[in-house]
């Protein structure tokens, strides 16, 4: 996959975009990163790309010229045609059906917002705006950040297996059941038994009811679309009204 990204501070993605995982990615070939300096494509000599908003009122709007100058030859610089984002507070919300969807395109290309946003007329040349949550950040620089590591770490080769990404958090349309390591017991808090056992078929079946627990106790809204057998359901409804019940008694202390 190749993503390419076009923002006025191309300094704050090499860190990142060298370091851990993505790094390691980029270094197998799984995604090929091109960051570029939006300047690159003004034509006065203070490289300028943003102007005052017609109608007045606060801050600077980033003008349309330099962002369809490189979303069009950056679009002709590949075989591959990109699939063009815009990082925008206003955006669909990223989550990680949307995520799994960008992540099987061969080539993104994500335009990083700054001041109060790109002129209106950027988004004919937009394929799809998104927002990484209901609140406002100063430019799209960290939007664009998550947006990479997130499609990244579901390229083919990159995680060290790949179930872990089918039973992550949201994979199942549920938050990840709870995970432990050694030791086994430490200060008086033990492991649960099961995932000591050994019984694989036993271990499988404690972690789809405890991500069914979790998720009924911090996202319920996250159940009406999963998957779940009415078993499962009334599993899930018990533990939300056990919730519920605790909640109500009386303070007894
Ligand atoms: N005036 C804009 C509005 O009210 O929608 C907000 C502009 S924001 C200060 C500057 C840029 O940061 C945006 O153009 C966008 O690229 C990026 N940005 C800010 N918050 C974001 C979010 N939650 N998701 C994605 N991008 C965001």
Same mark, same amino acid.
């Given at each position: 996959m190749r993503?390419?990204?076009?923002?006025?501070?191309?300094q704050i993605?090499e860190?990142?975009?060298?370091?851990?995982?993505?790094?390691?990615?980029?270094?197998?070939?799984?995604?090929?990163?091109?960051?570029?300096?939006?300047?690159d494509?003004?034509?006065?000599?203070?490289?300028?790309?943003?102007?005052?908003?017609?109608?007045?009122?606060n801050?600077m709007?980033?003008?349309?010229?330099?962002?369809?100058?490189? $979303?069009?030859?950056?679009?002709?610089?590949?075989?591959?045609?990109?699939?063009?984002?815009?990082t925008?507070p206003?955006?669909?919300?990223?989550?990680?059906?949307l995520?799994?969807?960008?992540?099987?395109?061969?080539?993104?290309?994500?335009?990083?917002?700054?001041?109060?946003g790109v002129?209106?007329?950027?988004?004919?040349?937009?394929?799809?705006?998104?927002s990484?949550?209901?609140?406002?950040?100063t430019?799209?620089?960290?939007?664009?950040? $998550?947006i $990479?590591?997130?499609?990244?770490?579901?390229?083919?080769g990159?995680l060290a297996?790949?179930?872990?990404?089918?039973?992550?958090?949201?994979?199942?349309?549920?938050?990840?059941?709870?995970?432990y390591?050694?030791?086994?017991s430490?200060?008086?808090?033990?492991?649960?038994? $099961?995932l000591?056992?050994?019984?694989?078929k036993?271990i499988?079946?404690?972690?789809?009811?405890?991500?069914?627990r979790?998720?009924?106790?911090?996202?319920?809204?996250?159940?009406?679309?999963?998957?779940l057998?009415?078993e499962?359901?009334?599993?899930?409804q018990?533990?939300?009204d056990?919730y519920?019940?605790?909640?109500k008694?009386?303070?007894?202390?």
């Open positions: 993503i390419d990204i076009v923002t006025i501070f191309p993605f860190p990142v975009l060298s370091s851990s995982m993505l790094g390691i990615a980029r270094q197998k070939g799984a995604v090929e990163f091109f960051v570029h300096d939006l300047r494509w003004t034509d006065d000599r203070h490289r300028t790309t943003d102007d005052y908003p017609f109608g007045g009122g801050g709007i980033m003008k349309p010229e330099p962002l369809f100058r490189a $979303v069009r030859e950056l679009a002709a610089a590949d075989a591959r045609a990109p699939y063009v984002l815009l925008c206003q955006g669909r919300r990223l989550d990680q059906r995520v799994e969807d960008l992540a099987a395109r061969d080539r993104l290309l994500v335009l990083c917002g700054r001041y109060e002129d209106e007329r950027v988004r004919d040349v937009v394929d799809l705006e998104v990484i949550g209901d609140y406002v950040l430019g799209g620089e960290l939007p664009a950040l $998550v $990479v590591d997130a499609v990244t770490r579901l390229q083919p990159v297996s790949p179930e872990s990404a089918e039973e992550e958090s949201f994979s199942w349309g549920l938050l990840e059941y709870p995970q390591t050694r030791p086994a430490f200060e008086g808090r033990d492991v649960p038994q $099961v000591l056992s050994g019984d694989h036993k499988q079946q404690w972690r789809r009811l405890e991500a069914i979790r998720t009924a106790l911090r996202r319920p809204d996250l159940l009406r679309t999963a998957d057998t009415d499962e359901r009334a599993f899930a018990r533990v939300i056990e519920r019940n605790e909640r008694e009386p303070d007894r202390g």
